[in-house]
């Protein structure tokens, strides 16, 4: 068990949630503020996407990132600033010809993606560890070995910390391989991301087998979409790991009530507590991850 925790919060992640719910952070000031309100409520880490903020639409739009960063910075709260680099992964075969791209399609290449990572250097960006059939339909999120290689490589060179997002087992494999080649600064940092169509699903048993499939010494935080969010928090606890919470995995606090990123963190901070365990502050966090706060 894991006595000692940092809770992330996926702030606002770029599903199509805008509409399910009231209050999804849309605009920067938004997305900022949703931050600071997850750092009030105990998160040492916030997980940070971006929006069109006309169309509530997912953005790789270096500006938007740069604007929610700066308003966080300003405000003199410490949070560690997680950015995802998960963007520009989405393939969709077309309907009639599966060699051209379809609507949904947002892909190009690994460097491309850390665009904004380069302009702003965060303690933390996200690097989805391969490529995975992503949802029904005919979508495919890309991060091929090459991709991933380059990528890896380029945030070391940064001096950024890749948190590496895993979705199934085999994702598992490769970061592993990676970490072997040197293209990954130990300890490694994992995200084991449970319940996402069609990954590994968030139960015990696929939480545990990557657990035990980690390298030694590696850091590592797991977390369950929708219903089974809280449920993930304490099955991480008690495997050893930390944890993340947030409007991007689950729009409920209780059934029938929408949640904030605020209300999610105080929930799963009190399970920590009632554990036994307690939520680490942003310089623990930071010291447990071997990080170097940025000016």
Not at 33 to 60: C, D, M, W, Y
Not at 91 to 100: I, N, T
Not at 152 to 168: H, N, S, T, W, Y
Not at 246 to 269: I, M
């Amino acid at each position: 068990m894991n006595r000692e925790v940092i809770v992330t919060c996926a702030l606002t992640g770029a599903g199509d949630t805008v509409g399910k719910h009231p209050a999804i952070p849309v605009t920067p000031a938004q997305i900022a503020q949703a931050a600071l309100e997850a750092a009030r409520a105990g998160a040492a880490v916030a997980h940070i996407h971006v929006r069109n903020p006309e169309t509530g639409k997912f953005s790789r739009d270096p500006k938007l990132y740069a604007e929610v960063v700066e308003r966080i910075r300003a405000s003199n709260t410490d949070v560690i600033i997680n950015l995802t680099a998960g963007m520009g992964g989405d393939f969709e075969l077309g309907a009639e010809d599966p060699k051209l791209a379809g609507p949904a399609t947002d892909l190009v290449g690994p460097l491309e993606r850390l665009v904004h990572v380069e302009q702003l250097l965060p303690e933390i960006c996200t690097l989805d560890c391969g490529t995975l059939n992503f949802g029904d339909g005919n979508t495919i999120y890309i991060s091929t070995p090459d991709y991933l290689r380059t990528g890896a490589r380029r945030i070391q060179q940064l001096g950024v910390k890749p948190e590496l997002e895993i979705f199934d087992t085999g994702h598992l494999w490769f970061a592993k391989q990676m970490l072997a080649e040197g293209l990954l600064d130990a300890p490694p940092l994992f995200q084991f991301c449970l319940g996402i169509p069609w990954g590994a699903p968030a139960d015990t048993v696929s939480m545990k087998a990557m657990v035990d499939n980690a390298p030694a010494g590696a850091v590592w935080a797991g977390f369950g979409i929708g219903r089974m969010q809280m449920p993930m928090v304490a099955q991480s606890v008690i495997l050893g790991g930390h944890v993340r919470v947030g409007l991007e995995d689950n729009l409920y606090l209780d059934r029938g009530v929408f949640a904030s990123n605020g209300s999610l963190v105080e929930r799963a901070v009190k399970i920590i507590e009632l554990m036994g365990a307690r939520a680490l502050t942003p310089a623990q966090a930071r010291q447990k991850l071997g990080l170097r706060a940025r000016s």
